[in-house]
């Protein structure tokens, strides 16, 4: 199953919002893969689902930004956190 949706994120402290599509890649009870694009950039995450702390893991970038470190890990963050807020609203008892 590949499932895909649209995110609206606002990141690096800036009022514009940017629309993203998140792939469902794969899942299993364990873990769910993700790609995240907007235009050419892309980049992909996983997340554990049987971790209760540091659930997320960012596998692959395919851009370079000119953001620090810490202004980017915020956008993740933001992403991250959309993400969560789909799937409870759209998959409340879990990927099946």
Do not use: C
């Not at 049987?50 to 692959?60: D, E, I, L, M, P």
Request: proline share 2%; aromatic share 10%.
């Amino acid at each position: 199953m590949i499932d895909s949706f649209q995110i609206v994120v606002r990141l690096f402290r800036n009022p514009t919002s940017y629309r993203m599509t998140v792939e469902i890649m794969s899942h299993t009870d364990q873990i769910i893969k993700f790609r995240i694009s907007a235009g050419e950039k892309s980049f992909e995450m996983d997340k554990l689902i049987v971790r209760k702390r540091n659930q997320w893991k960012v596998r692959r970038i395919s851009f370079t930004s000119n953001y620090s470190i810490e202004t980017q890990a915020e956008a993740i963050m933001a992403i991250q956190s959309e993400i969560d807020n789909y799937l409870k609203a759209n998959y409340p008892k879990g990927l099946v």
